[in-house]
């Protein structure tokens, strides 16, 4: 059936003739993906040639000073400083809190979303209070913490929310680890885990190097391999093209963790 329009509706009764008429009437044909006009707005306006002369390269590119960087750090007004080791003090030591399957299931089950929500937030608020403490305080004292937070969200079979599983084959519930989908929180969480190696790469070596090693690969593996098909794995060919989800998000949110990914100190 033709679209009904205002007109139709209006009309209420009176419109019939109107629908039938819509039924019959041709209509001008649709035109196809392939006869609309290419802009190429980004391309046109961003060339390899301007990007090359304006971007910093990469032996250059420091955002900030990494967690080696003392003379940086120890700048941080005293007042500062005291409050971001209190907050890394705070949760020196505890245990990330687990995700199991059956709290993943309450929003399928029930509706519930936040009581996942709460833990899943808490774990990346531990990760970020250690990551910060261990910048300004520079003595290692954070550094099992923070292996402890990268290791346990990487384990994490996704890094979003299941109120957005919705977007997978399979439909709301569990997440399928064999479709993997790019949503606003899993697109934040590969960002932070790339800062983080960004900023106490180094001395999360002192950990163990498997710790760094894990992040990248995570990162790679469930954010930035899958957006680019020329980096995609064995593993990831295996799909078809249009089983990956890649919802609509801010670019903020993806790129966020490019900068400190590619650029590793």
Not at 44 to 63: D, H, S, V
Not at 73 to 98: F, H, M, N, Q, T
Not at 184 to 197: H, N, R, V
Not at 246 to 253: E, F, N
């Amino acid at each position: 059936m033709s679209e009904i329009t205002r007109r139709v509706i209006l009309t209420g009764a009176a419109g019939a003739p109107l629908l039938a008429a819509q039924d019959t009437a041709p209509r001008a044909p649709t035109p196809g993906r392939e006869t609309v006009a290419r802009k190429r707005l980004l391309s046109a306006r961003f060339t390899p040639e301007a990007l090359q002369k304006n971007l910093t390269g990469r032996a250059a590119w420091k955002p900030y000073p990494t967690a080696a960087d003392r003379d940086a750090w120890s700048a941080v007004a005293p007042a500062d400083r005291a409050e971001i080791v209190k907050a890394g003090e705070a949760v020196l030591g505890k245990p990330y809190a687990p995700l199991p399957a059956t709290l993943f299931l309450d929003y399928a089950r029930n509706g519930n979303r936040s009581r996942w929500e709460a833990v899943q937030n808490a774990r990346r608020a531990h990760l970020r209070y250690a990551v910060l403490a261990e910048c300004v305080e520079g003595k290692g004292r954070f550094l099992d913490d923070i292996g402890d937070g990268v290791w346990a969200i990487c384990e994490e079979s996704f890094w979003g929310v299941p109120a957005h599983m919705g977007a997978q084959k399979r439909g709301v519930g569990l997440p399928d680890i064999q479709e993997p989908i790019i949503e606003l929180f899993s697109a934040e969480t590969g960002a932070m885990l790339a800062w983080t190696g960004y900023l106490c790469g180094k001395q999360l070596d002192k950990v163990n190097p498997l710790v760094r090693e894990r992040l990248e690969l995570e990162v790679e593996r469930r954010l930035l391999g899958d957006l680019d098909e020329d980096r995609r794995g064995p593993a990831q060919e295996r799909h078809e093209p249009d089983s990956r989800r890649v919802l609509p998000i801010p670019v903020r949110h993806v790129t966020g963790a490019c900068p400190p990914w590619h650029f590793r100190p």
